[in-house]
């Protein structure tokens, strides 16, 4: 289940700083077939929901997940692939497999998003995240 922190106060557990976008990641990892978006305060995420046969390098999506099934841990996920990788991975290339404390993935590039709509949450982050930044 992907979790959003809402104070940027990230730690390696869940408290309750994080909530719930709405949708279950696939338990199974592969290439991708469906995306899922979150609920009504978390209508920008948008992430792999289905790993299904008839998925492959082309269509629906292009792209891979990663994921360790029935973790009982806090993971990452990491998005747009190690530039290691070559082209065996795109821009909704997911690896939710790897630990927190694991540092490799400085590896991995961000990608776009689009953020359909301002409501009073994002614009609470957004105002969070440039004090943060000094902006």
């Keep these: 289940m992907p979790y959003i922190c809402d104070n940027y106060s990230y730690t390696t557990s869940i408290n309750s700083h994080y909530h719930s976008v709405g949708f279950a990641l696939p338990q199974i990892q592969g290439w991708i077939s469906a995306m899922g978006y979150g609920n009504e305060d978390y209508d920008w995420v948008f992430m792999p929901a289905e790993c299904a046969s008839g998925a492959n390098s082309a269509v629906p999506v292009g792209d891979n997940l990663w994921i360790t099934a029935n973790l009982n841990d806090t ?18 290339y997911y690896a939710c497999d790897y630990s927190t404390i694991n540092t490799s993935q400085v590896s991995y590039n961000p990608r776009l998003m689009f953020i359909p709509t301002k409501n009073n949450i994002y614009n609470a982050n957004y105002d969070k995240w440039l004090a943060k930044i000094g902006g």
Excluded at 75 to 92: E, L, M
């Design 75 to 92: 993971t990452i996920g990491v998005v747009g692939g190690s530039w290691k990788f070559g082209d065996s991975n795109g821009p909704f």
